[in-house]
């Protein structure tokens, strides 16, 4: 099966709680096509280089899925009935990147860097 890696932005005014209700839509879309879901993230509240429809800011998620085209087709189609995702990515893969992707490992050196910078100060 074709593997996907499907990112989405959700409005900035949205709870946590309503990302991950939008995540776990996202990921009963893909199991009832006969795909699966292996691995979720929640990149968490990012500023967004300009404004898309009056939001500065925006909730990022990564999902890797494993699913038949027509399943990616029906996602994009509620990705774009849904008012609150404001834009989403879906790209073919070759394989899945294993353990956390680049932007979580780069906020945790972020972290790491702030907890240094303190100690120094």
Request: net charge neutral; aromatic share 4%.
């Amino acid at each position: 099966m074709p593997l996907y890696e499907h990112v989405f932005l959700a409005r900035q005014d949205l709870s946590q709680a309503q990302v991950d209700a939008l995540a776990a839509g996202i990921t009963e879309i893909v199991e009832q096509g006969g795909g699966k879901v292996s691995k979720t993230e929640t990149w968490g509240l990012k500023s967004l280089a300009y404004k898309i429809d009056r939001n500065r800011k925006a909730h990022f998620v990564l999902l890797n899925i494993e699913c038949p085209g027509p399943v990616v087709a029906e996602l994009e189609r509620q990705n774009r009935i849904n008012e609150d995702v404001i834009r989403w990515l879906t790209i073919a893969v070759d394989k899945h990147e294993e353990g956390p992707s680049a932007q979580m490992r780069k906020n945790e050196r972020d972290r790491k860097r702030r907890e240094r910078e303190g100690e120094r100060i």
